[in-house]
């Protein structure tokens, strides 16, 4: 029977397959509907370009600081008083004969009125350099006794100072990469210390509440309510002078990280009073799983891109504070080599203006700040794939 209400017509609109609409590759279509959660925050890593680069940058930054003896050409505590703030040299790949590496020698004299050592570079001497050459012996990964270096001089007898030398006559370089090892680390083991007090205690305070939830909250807040860079300046100058390196490179990570938990403390936290009472909570305490269990195998995988979001950000954060702190000179001392260290030779006017490639370990904390940035960006974005 014939109503006259007109019948609705189809719309011929395409609707978006639900794996583009995640921007997974096309020709992953059909099995991103049964991929693991990893092989999609894989899928969705690769297609942020930036992070993929600093992922190989952070990669190759840590490649150095483990095999830092092999990359460096010199012993970074050896002294030329030769050499003192020789400029850089420029590697030359080609001349006449071809591809021939190598640097261009010096020459020095004394300056008269200033009674100090310039040098020029000389154009008629050349030193050649070679890739995985032999030099001064050193143990690799502290087990393994070697001698091969990735580049130097042919003739070890000759300088070959590629980012020049300090006010001792020492190279920047090597000192640049032994400084890698140790400012670098220092942010690792900060953060995994500081990770571990976060979640804990964080998960601890959200999920029980109550007293418990008072006393961390106060504690969180009394140390954030602290100034920072007093506060490091003072724990930094409480530090006994007759320590060993070792001691203080320990004591500085334990500082650094008693003070960076609070901010993951915070946001476990709140994460938690959200997630304890939703269904799949419920339903695993019904079940009978432990508290333990409930915590850190349910409601901590929930909220993945946050963590790795803060731990991320947190990395740099600790290596700009031992940079801070060693620049003060309240933080690592010498004979420690980080680069926070080495910028302690460019406090003054003076040196940067006679040596201004001493600035050059500033330039590495900046490259290795923004890659961690931008990696951590990455992998907040593929740590929830289903967004």
């Known amino acids: 029977m014939e109503t006259g209400v007109p019948k609705p017509q189809p719309i011929d609109t395409p609707v978006a397959d639900s794996a583009q609409v995640r921007g997974l590759p096309e020709e ?37 600081a483990i095999f830092a003896e092999f990359f460096a050409p010199l012993p970074p505590d050896q002294t030329s008083t030769q050499m003192t703030y020789a400029p850089p040299q420029t590697l030359v790949l080609f001349d006449e004969s071809g591809f021939n590496p190598h640097v261009f020698g010096y020459k020095s004299e004394i300056d008269p009125v200033a009674l100090r050592r310039t040098f020029t570079i000389d154009p008629e001497t050349k030193v050649p350099v070679r890739l995985f050459v032999q030099g001064y012996e050193y143990k690799l990964l502290g087990l393994i006794d070697a001698n091969l270096h990735l580049v130097g001089p042919a003739d070890p007898s000759q300088p070959m100072y590629l980012l020049g030398a300090d006010r001792l ?71 006994p002078v007759g320590w060993g390196p070792l001691q203080i490179y320990f004591a500085i990570t334990v500082i650094l990280s008693f003070i960076g938990w609070t901010g993951l403390a915070r946001v476990v936290r709140g994460r938690f009073l959200t997630l304890r009472e939703e269904d799949f909570v419920i339903a695993a305490r019904l079940d009978g799983a432990s508290q333990r269990k409930i915590m850190f195998q349910h409601m901590l995988p929930a909220f993945y891109s946050h963590i790795i979001a803060s731990v991320t950000l947190a990395i740099p954060g600790m290596i700009l504070a031992e940079t801070s702190l060693s620049f003060l000179g309240l933080g690592l001392r010498p004979p420690i080599v980080s680069w926070g260290v080495l910028l302690q030779e460019a406090q003054n006017v003076r040196s940067v203006a006679t040596a201004p490639w001493l600035l050059v370990p500033a330039v590495a904390v900046v490259v290795a700040v923004l890659a961690l940035n931008f990696l951590g960006d990455g992998l907040r974005d593929a740590a929830d794939p289903y967004a």
């Open 169 to 239: 006559g020492r190279d920047v370089l090597s000192r640049l990469v032994h400084g890698t090892r140790i400012s670098m680390s220092i942010g690792l083991v900060g953060v995994t210390i500081s990770l571990m007090l976060g979640i804990i205690l964080g998960g601890i305070s959200g999920y029980y509440g109550g007293a418990m939830d008072n006393v961390i909250q106060r504690v969180i807040e009394f140390i954030r309510s602290l100034p920072t860079i007093p506060l490091w300046l003072g724990l930094g100058a409480a530090l």
């Open 28 to 64: 992953k279509d059909a099995s991103a509907f049964v991929a693991s959660q990893w092989k999609l925050m894989w899928w969705r890593f690769r297609k942020h370009r930036l992070a993929m680069i600093s992922g190989v940058i952070i990669i190759f930054i840590y490649l150095v």
